[in-house]
């Protein structure tokens, strides 16, 4: 079956636009996660969604940050007036639900850099 | 000090080699896992591992619970097996607790 995708692979934008990250989950995975990857940075939680809620955005470094999940399914990470420290590759993973006995599979990343 | 750590952070070595990577932890598990993420950036998941051993194909991944410690080893290594790897932990949630990886070089 299909794995967890992500778009665009690539996006370069100006600092101060807006970008939209898109994720689409294991179809029947409840759970999905986003995390963040900064150049020779080790991984760095931003959100988990179990269903449509968000209950754990402990992750996410500022204001300028938001994400949402609709019909238990495809999630979109938005970021507002981008700046040039969010370049990094952004990475979504969805597992069958949110307890730690069950494996997260990974997407294949979006490399957002701003210019 | 961080709560997983990998040694070595860059590892270089010759196509054929037996290769070991390191992951030490202080908090208690549930589970551990392997990944390895290639220049690409995507990440696949190579053991979840709770007690003991699993292998696969050239890989095998141990771990001690009461040393908190995990090895991944790589037998015949090869030049696709340049990646980065990274050790993961499960820790009473649905986080994973991430290591800084180790950057694999396998030069043929």
């Known amino acids: 079956g299909a794995g967890v995708s992500q778009s665009p692979s690539n996006k370069v934008t100006e600092k101060g636009k807006d970008v939209e990250l898109r994720c689409d989950p294991i179809?029947?995975?409840?759970?999905l996660y986003w995390y963040r990857q900064s150049l020779g940075q080790g991984l760095e939680f931003l959100i988990y969604f179990q269903g449509n809620s968000a209950p754990d955005k402990s992750g996410l470094p500022s204001d300028r940050f938001s994400a949402e999940r609709t019909g238990g399914s495809v999630s979109t990470l938005t970021i507002q007036r981008t700046q040039q420290e969010d370049s990094a590759v952004y990475l979504c993973?969805?597992?069958?639900?949110?307890?730690?006995?069950?494996?997260?599979?990974f997407g294949p990343g979006t490399r957002l850099t701003v210019t | 000090k961080n709560e997983v750590e990998q040694s070595p952070q860059n590892l270089t070595a010759q196509e054929g080699e037996f290769i070991t990577i390191n992951c030490s932890y202080s908090?208690?598990?549930?589970?551990l896992h392997w990944l390895q993420q290639h220049p690409g950036g995507g990440i696949v998941s190579l053991f979840m591992l709770s007690s003991g051993k699993k292998k696969h194909g050239r890989l095998i991944a141990t771990i001690n619970i009461q040393e908190k410690h995990s090895s991944l080893h790589i037998t015949a290594s090869h030049p696709r097996d340049s990646a980065v790897y990274i050790c993961?932990?499960?820790?009473?949630?649905?986080?994973?607790?991430f290591g800084t990886g180790t950057r694999l070089k396998v030069l043929a």
């Open positions: 908090v208690g598990i549930s589970a």
């Open positions: 179809s029947g995975h409840t759970a």
């Open positions: 993961a932990a499960s820790s009473g949630t649905y986080k994973y607790i």
């Open positions: 993973a969805s597992s069958l639900v949110g307890q730690e006995t069950y494996e997260q599979y």
